[in-house]
Nanobody, 124 residues
Framework: QVQLVESGGGLVQAGGSLRLSCVAS????????MGWFRQAPGKEREFVSA????????QYSDSVKGRFTISRDNAKKAVYLQMDSLKPEDTAVYYCAADDEVLTGRRADRYAYWGRGTEVTVSS
């Protein structure tokens, strides 16, 4: 079983930056494809970004493309989400997800493992 723990959330003003981290432990693989999703109050969970097992392929939602950057450090079993130029509409709980596929992509139902989330609040 893979455990995922997110950190780095907080309160930031619009235009500011945050860096989220997710560290994986357990499981049988040395690395997994990873994704970030978010859920705002009263809304469904939505895809934010994904990265392949080796880190050579990244995907982004249109709403964050050009502002957010996903990266990973396989030696640390960590994935990061650098969030710049934050907007109030980025306010949500951000979840890290992992799966055995090479690149799991945008669909939340394809990810086998989930963290508990870290809250991001962007004030206007």
């Amino acid at each position: 079983q893979v455990q995922l723990v997110e950190s780095g959330g907080g309160l930031v003003q619009a235009g500011g930056s945050l860096r989220l981290s997710c560290v994986a432990s357990g499981g049988t693989r040395d690395k997994y494809s990873m994704g970030w999703f978010r859920q705002a109050p009263g809304k469904e969970r939505e895809f934010v970004s994904a990265i392949s097992r080796r880190g050579n392929t990244q995907q982004y939602s249109d709403s964050v493309k050009g502002r957010f950057t996903i990266s990973r450090d396989n030696a640390k079993k960590a994935v990061y989400l650098q969030m710049d130029s934050l907007k109030p509409e980025d306010t949500a709980v951000y979840y890290c997800a992992a799966d055995d596929e090479v690149l799991t992509g945008r669909r939340a139902d394809r990810y086998a493992y989930w963290g508990r989330g870290t809250e991001v609040t962007v004030s206007s």
